[in-house]
């Protein structure tokens, strides 16, 4: 009997779980209309997607001459987005639909991308510094300009008188600074600081960091397992993907590899499927709806971690633990073009075919002395959170990692969002931030939040330093609030309708993340639970999220690798019925008879209740039949994003 009704209440389920592949059809749909979209409106922007339009756009852009510094900042915008788009088809396209080969072209389109806006501000750069008479300043003499829009703020100095009571200077507009040796105050030298409120500098497998996804399964194998039917492990096994593996040999000028390879260093879908045999054949016979959703095993991966070489240098960044946050800010000393001279009605100037000139500091013939550091104060951007004193790195263009050596004396102003520090060379510099620091939660709830027809819900993440709280609807969710010490933040991205991937890289760039890694575990403390467990709780919570609440509980902790324990209630219509505790272990749901004021934790099942072979016909038991219709009216895509921002989170785990 138990065996028939398992059989039943799985084909009921899986009835349900269509609309995960619906919303992964619309996706599709979606992009197809897109790009269909795109080709309509020819409008002379490229499809970033098209080998041959990209390059067609890189290289007329590569052969325009005119380097004024507001244009290169209007292209540069448009050149952003282009990123952002190709960056988003390597987050949300499943690997169903993405080939290895478009994988590398989109990941070289982004760094081709990257390096020319680079070039073509440095291009800028030497444009200014040949006409600098137009930008004296009144009092000093110098040459000084700041230009900013979202994207960047520009600042450029150059010293014309060379008098040491100037070696101190600070953009007004910007309130970045600097104070130079003296030997470099009546020297030919012009300083930048080019700050982007992106990041092009770090690896690219920091932004292409994805987390698992939901497989699409063929109407043959969904009507399989619906009917109970189990394929062997070894079937299983075939069917596992192999992973695309890259090379990265060419190197740009700046120093950054053509290509990186998302094989070691990203938690891509393709390595999440690597669960290992146990894992993959565990979900087969427990009737997952789809193959690849596996969350990575976190001892499987410990493992594979002791086998790679160990990082003995402890003045370099390791980027999984610590991250950039607040852009790059590129610190140089330039040489100093010949200048215009006016000779009657004559303009005349030498043309020098060098191109920008990094100014040598500390000189090469004094690299034995001992030269007086540069002292840079940086003023932070109010977009971006710092929980904790920032970490300062510079950018090793040989190693190609970050490295905190060679920077000194570090003041950090927090009221006033000012660092200071001293460097003995020029450099790329970026503040850095324990990409941990809000983990693990203190606490979660996920609560419907629409009414009648309305399917909506509000994901509440409390951690130690913030509350975030974010509304989703439809196929779309957004920021509702953040909360630091009882004042709301980050208003730019509060009240804007995004993907759940646009949204992690807002948070992210924001310096507020509640999403973890595959190898997250590393760094802070987690009671690991099993993958299966885990990612069945979230697809059925999704399910039914549109009109029941869930809730942290304490008793999670204690319940076990193998199984998860959360609260649960029916909320319609603005109201919350009281809390009850629901374990959940993949294959077998109860009502537990303990309440979260209990003393001890225990199995027992709530009286009148019965064991069930899905959470839904756990809740369906206790439910009334207004909460269950409406599961079954929700919309597919609001069911998604539920799922997917569950799964981003890993509140079960992270918690």
């Not at 450029?156 to 070696?167: D, G, H, M, S, Y």
Request: proline content about 4%; some cysteine; hydrophobic content about 35%.
């Amino acid at each position: 009997q138990d065996h028939e009704r398992r059989v039943s209440e799985l084909a009921e389920l899986h009835s349900l779980e269509q609309k995960f592949l619906s919303a992964q059809q619309w996706k599709t749909d979606c992009r197809a209309y897109a790009k269909w979209e795109h080709y309509l409106s020819c409008d002379g922007s490229p499809d970033p997607s098209v080998l041959q339009e990209i390059n067609t756009f890189m290289s007329l852009w590569r052969e325009d001459q005119n380097k004024d510094i507001q244009l290169v900042m209007e292209k540069g915008e448009q050149v952003l987005n282009l990123i952002e788009k190709l960056q988003f088809l390597l987050l949300d396209m499943p690997p169903s639909e993405i080939t290895e080969k478009e994988t590398v072209q989109y990941q070289e389109s982004i760094l081709e991308l990257q390096n020319l806006l680079h070039q073509k501000y440095n291009g800028a750069t030497e444009h200014l510094l040949k006409v600098t008479s137009r930008y004296e300043d009144f009092e000093t003499g110098n040459m000084q300009r700041v230009i900013k829009d979202k994207n960047v703020t520009f600042c450029i100095w150059a010293n014309l008188k060379k008098k040491v009571r100037f070696k101190k200077h600070v953009f007004c507009d910007a309130q970045h600074g600097f104070d130079l040796p003296k030997s470099l105050a009546v020297s030919s030298v012009a300083v930048r600081i080019l700050h982007t409120h992106y990041d092009h500098v770090s690896p690219l497998w920091l932004q292409c960091q994805r987390v698992p996804k939901l497989e699409v399964l063929d109407s043959k194998e969904l009507i399989q397992l619906s009917k109970g039917n189990v394929e062997e492990p070894e079937e299983e096994e075939k069917k596992a993907r192999e992973e695309p593996s890259m090379s990265a040999e060419e190197v740009y000028s700046d120093g950054r590899k053509s290509a990186v390879s998302l094989k070691e260093n990203s938690n891509s879908t393709d390595n999440i499927n690597e669960t290992g045999e146990e894992t993959e054949q565990q979900a087969e016979i427990l009737g997952l709806p789809s193959r690849g959703i596996c969350l990575v095993d976190p001892l499987r991966h410990e493992e594979t971690n002791e086998k790679e070489e160990a990082v003995t240098d402890e003045n370099i960044v390791d980027l999984q633990q610590l991250v950039p946050v607040g852009g790059v800010y590129h610190i140089d000393a330039l040489q100093l073009p010949p200048q215009v001279k006016q000779i009657k009605d004559w303009s005349m100037v030498e043309l020098l075919d060098v191109g920008l000139e990094a100014y040598p500091y500390p000189p090469e013939e004094a690299e034995d002395a001992t030269q007086p550091p540069v002292q840079i104060t940086l003023r932070l951007s109010d977009n971006v959170l710092y929980f904790e004193d920032p970490l300062i790195a510079r950018w090793d263009p040989a190693g190609q990692q970050w490295r905190t050596d060679g920077i000194s004396n570090i003041a950090y102003e927090a009221q006033e969002k000012r660092i200071t520090f001293e460097m003995g060379a020029f450099h790329t510099v970026a503040l850095l931030q324990d990409a941990h620091l809000n983990m693990p939660y203190q606490a979660w709830e996920l609560r419907p939040a629409g009414v009648d027809e309305v399917d909506e819900a509000l994901l509440t993440v409390t951690t130690v330093f913030a509350t975030i709280q974010i509304q989703i609807k439809g196929s779309q969710c957004m920021l509702s609030s953040v909360v630091v010490d009882e004042k709301d933040a980050l208003s730019h991205i509060t009240g804007k309708w995004m993907s759940p991937v646009n949204l992690r890289a807002a948070l992210g760039k924001a310096g507020v993340n509640i999403f973890p890694r595959e190898y997250s575990h590393k760094y802070i403390s987690v009671h690991k639970k099993a993958p299966l467990a885990e990612v069945r709780a979230y697809q059925q919570m999704a399910l039914v999220a549109s009109a029941f609440a869930f809730a942290w509980s304490k008793w999670n902790l204690e319940a076990g690798q193998e199984q998860v324990v959360f609260k649960v209630s029916e909320h319609l219509q603005d109201s919350v019925k009281d809390w009850s505790l629901y374990m959940f272990n993949g294959q077998k749901a109860q009502k537990l008879k303990i309440t979260e004021a209990s003393e001890a934790f225990s199995e027992e099942l709530e009286e009148d209740s019965e064991f069930h072979s899905t959470l839904y016909h756990t809740l369906k038991d206790s439910a009334s039949k207004e909460a269950i219709d409406k599961v079954g009216r929700a919309s597919f895509l609001f069911v998604n994003v539920v799922y997917e921002l569950l799964l981003a989170t890993r509140v079960l785990t992270y918690s």
